[in-house]
């Protein structure tokens, strides 16, 4: 078989196009909720924490440098597997869609508490001098600032763990990667493979791109 | 207008402010000198609570500042600080800085906002700036924004900590030149400085502290011309000599 026939099938490829595409929508939904939920309750969290109440940051920090120390594949088989166990049963979706929130919460969590501490004490002195209350100064002078210092990092946090939307064919989740893996394995032909990651480019370099935008829109002189 | 009694601070084992008493009329003028540590900056900040004392009392326009019903926020609108390092709000424009807590905290419309922070920086020669970011601006052209932020919003005692030491030695006079036109509008002022110049033309009564007490007080002509107290001759023979 020639090497345009193994990787670039035209029959197989037309074949499964439609499950690929499936696996594509489901794909954009899964990273859709991630980053939303993800970077929500990360940005919460270290809001949360501003407020410098003791027990309550140490619960925090506990909870973000465990996901940050799980391998998200390790997360999702546990929720996927042993939740049910416990009178849980998440499907594959909600499986991976909680378990990459989790870990970009952490993540995000940890890059937004950076930019936090960041801004230096006398924009707080200021702008608690002219009267303002701690929620106004955090979020007309402090949060502006750190959302606009963590924008690179978070970006690429961002990217690298919605990728990770792949690990939910672990689970038997019919995102793209799942989708392609099927349709070789029904085929006999890995030309589904090459959808699969034409998939993947025709997803992500738009969101690589957006990332680079924000990055130049949000940077300003200092 | 202020009345400060009695004023204690501790950081930790550290006692910093030992009991001072500060009186300031209306209209007057308060120029503190001392060595740095001795105090200056807690007690300013202790002024409008940005620090907390350990004990003493605080009044200001006849509010006590230290009683827990105080709304903080509310009286430190009526008490203006400018800080050396001018901490202006970078990712806004001078009009920002200025109209940020008329409109949040004074409940102006943005319109009515606008209005009254062309004129703060109007006073403060700097309305044609009114679109800069602060890093368009000069460290003098930032202090004076600083001013006109605290200026905006109508209050009744300023508080400078040192607000031209930051500065390149040529644009401390704009610096101090809107300073005593405030003066001249009647503003009460606490002022935290080494300009002996500033102090000796625009003062009422000069104070200086060392080790968190206040060791002689009196005209600028008394303080600086014949100092009674050892330490305060020494300082400001250090002073006079660097000037
Ligand atoms: N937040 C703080 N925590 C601990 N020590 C402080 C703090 N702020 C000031 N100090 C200490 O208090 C003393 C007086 O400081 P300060 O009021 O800044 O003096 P000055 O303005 O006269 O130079 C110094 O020894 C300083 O190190
Ligand atoms: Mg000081």
Redesign the pocket.
Known sequence: MSFLDTFFNAAVMARYAPDILRGLLVTIRLAALVVVTGLGTGLALALLRSLGIRPLNWAIVFVVDAFRALPPLIIIVLIYFGLPGAGWAPSPFVSTWVSLALVLMAFAEEIFWAGLTAIPAGQWEAARSTGLGFGQTLAHVVLPQALRLTIPPLTNRTIAITKGTALGSVVALSEILGAASSAVSNSYNPSPLTLGTAAYLVLFIPVVAFGRWVETRFAWKR | MIQARAIHKH??A?H?LRGVDLAVAERELVFVI??????????L?CLNRL?EPSSGSIVIDGIDLLDKRTDINRVRQRIGMVFQSFNLYPHMTALGNVTLAVRKVGGKSRAEADAIGLAALERVGLADRADHHPAQLSGGQQQRVAIARAVALEPRVMLF??PTSALDPELVGGVLKVMRELRESGMTMVV?SHEMGFARSAADRVIF?AD?AIVEQGTPEAVFGAPVEARTRAFIGQIQRHA
Do not use: I, Q
Not at chain 2, 35 to 43: E, I, Q
């Open positions: 950081f930790g550290l910093v001392g060595p740095s540590g001795s105090g200056k900056s807690t007690l900040r620090e900590d040192e935290v502290m968190g």
